[in-house]
């Protein structure tokens, strides 16, 4: 455990409050009295709610269009299901900006709502509602449709025969169970949408602004590091509440439930009813997730190819590359933030999964997720401040990225491998140490095989969230090594078909790498429901 809390402690904990400690603290003395300041200032207190009620909005439609699907996966049968689960899961895996360059060529500027009824919604708070309902639709259906599917429908169908209406039935029977599993989603996508960036870096113009994307503006635009340190501090309270109510949700499922085996519950549709749910699930996934990414496509190949050959010129202005180059970085620096991932991710669930672990050692857990809520503005600004002296001056060094990147990938590593760690049977263990084998020949040789799956699954996650972080690497990215979010963000801030163009070109580009990515995650899931 020593080794993930040292790169905790240096990659985290300091660059955050080295920027905290240089907003608040003036001359060798704390300024406390400016948290108040700020949070009375009319302008951050419209943020500030702004930030809550679009989370709160963006939570209640992702629950009213994810939970039929959620319903449909865990109960149905019908062709095609894997691949339409494939094809749910691909916007949670895209990067934030790409989800919302999909949006802005469905929604915005000669957008396909544009071309065929004149209708833009790019800076409204609608577009803003409809790309986090997009990111965030998989996260509801792979949590609550995963626990559907274990739960025993014969409960629910005995009510039935007693004379209870089916809506009843299932607002008593089946709702209860689901409740903890309906919370831990509503939890995490407001988490998501509350620390939200590049979405509404994107569609929300100068009009709208969370948190995250303030903290970016004080930071980078207004150079004020006294304002952002408090949208900080405001943003860290804020997240640590939220992950403590997720933990809770988290031990309620845990230990409330009895679960069975899912390949019993799932049937093939019966009635007019469920074929009719079954439709709507599958035209909203067609207009909802489809088909913003097929218009994405559409306006990348505007003209044929000329974006994409584009990407390979340079023009010794904003790119000191050529664009295209970006997806040759991007795919250096995910691989190597994957090592650091899988390195301390797996040395941290191992930790963890041990039965005698202190509480200390389980208190540790919920810091993992801290990374998922805490500002990547403020981490990726923070490394520029807290890493810059001997002896780990590392501005100039290509790691610093990796290292930002790897910070969003541990807590998917250690939520991917702790289940199957824990679920080994200790005495597997103690037989082998019996043998005499060495505490690394028992890892090797009794640990390894039983989570490799497990371990590429946690792999396979760290590199498509590690190529696709901006929030961070926006900071810390060279100019002329920049990542695909970053060069996909910059184009879009330049005038011109072209620069716009090729942003779509290299969105899409993102998007195939990506869909990929979680296409082999699939094939290695470790369970007959898909769910990892």
Known sequence: MSVPVAFFAVFFAWPVAAIVTRGLRVDGVWRFGRIADVVGQSDIRHVLWFTTWQALAST??????????????????FPGKQVLRAVVTVPFVLPTVVVGTAFLALVGRGGLLDELWGVRLDTTVWAILLAHVFFNYAVVVRTVGGLWAQL?????????????????????????????AVAAAALMVFLFTFTSFGVVQILGGPTFSTLEVEIYRQTSEIFDLSTAAVL????????????????????????????????????????????????????????????????????SLAGGFGYYRALGDADGGTFLVAPIESVVNSLQYAVAATAVAVVIGGLAAAALARRDAGRLVRGFDALLMLPLGVSAVT????????????????????????????????????????????????????????LGASPWRVWREVDLPLVRRALLIAAGFAFAVSLGEFGATVFIARPDNPTLPVAVARLLSRPGDLNY????????????????????????????????
Request: net charge positive; charged share 20%.
């Open 60 to 77: 209640a439609l992702t629950l009213l269009a994810a939970l039929p699907a959620a319903y449909v996966f865990a109960r149905l049968d």
């Open 152 to 180: 025993d429908p014969r409960q629910e169908e005995a009510a039935r025969m007693l004379g209870v209406f089916p809506l009843a039935a299932w607002r008593k029977v089946t709702l209860p169970a689901l409740a903890p």
């Open 232 to 299: 900080t501090l405001v943003q860290f309270a804020a997240v640590g509440a939220i992950l403590a109510v997720h933990a809770w949700t988290v031990r309620r499922r845990e230990s409330a439930l009895r679960l069975v085996d899912p390949a019993v519950t799932a049937r093939r549709p019966r009635g007019a009813g469920q074929w009719a749910l079954l439709g709507g699930v599958l035209a909203t996934v067609a207009v909802l997730l489809v088909l913003p990414l097929a218009v994405l496509v559409r306006r």
């Open 379 to 434: 981490v990726g600004f923070g490394f520029l401040i807290a890493l810059d002296k001997p002896p780990l001056d590392l501005r100039q060094s290509w790691i610093l990225v990796p290292l930002a990147q790897a910070l969003v990938g541990v807590p998917f590593v250690v939520r991917t491998m702790l289940p199957v760690l824990r679920a080994v049977d200790e005495r597997l263990r103690e037989a082998a140490a019996v």
């Open 501 to 532: 163009g090729q942003a779509m070109a290299l969105s899409t580009i993102l998007m195939v790498v990506c869909a990929v990515a979680l296409l082999v995650l699939e094939r290695l899931r470790t369970d007959r429901t898909g769910e990892f």
